[in-house]
């Protein structure tokens, strides 16, 4: 099981270089905001068609990508699996780590903070931190240039 951190020690391990933040939310929510400097690679998104929430069924593949990529890039950092208030990251890391994935970190609180049935803040998000955040994925970090490294390695 993956273990779990919060958005203070998931940006220490981004700083240092030992981990980078992957956003399993959908496009649209990354694009309203998300941590500076996170991967976008969503586990639902939107169909086109209907508009209804879809699993990626790519969601593994391109994980494996990005830390190829990472890896081929000189590093092999841990992955902070992030969402909105927790549910998405978790299963995103129960779905990983059944493929025998390993380094990753969910960030409880995620972007938007956990919070009980009443309401009540249970883990700060992102939102709610002093920690740097943007609303551009930075080059490379986008969900289509993800995609773009999955279909290069089947070339």
Partial sequence: MAETIDV?????????GAAV????RSTGEFGHGH???????PLIEPDM???????NPAFQQEVEALREHLI???GDPKLVI?????????????????TGASGLLDCTGGWGGASNMLGQLLAEGWVH?????ATEADPGRDWQ???ALVSDESA
């Fill in 8 to 16: 203070a020690e998931a940006w220490q391990m981004m700083e240092s």
């Fill in 21 to 24: 933040y992957l956003d399993v």
């Fill in 35 to 41: 941590p500076r400097g996170a991967y976008n690679i």
């Fill in 49 to 55: 068609a209907t508009g209804r929430p879809s699993v």
């Fill in 72 to 74: 081929a890039a000189g």
């Fill in 82 to 98: 992030g969402c909105q208030r927790g549910g998405r990251s978790r299963q995103a890391c129960q779905a990983l780590e059944m």
């Fill in 129 to 133: 931190s002093d920690l740097p955040s």
């Fill in 145 to 147: 240039s993800i995609q």
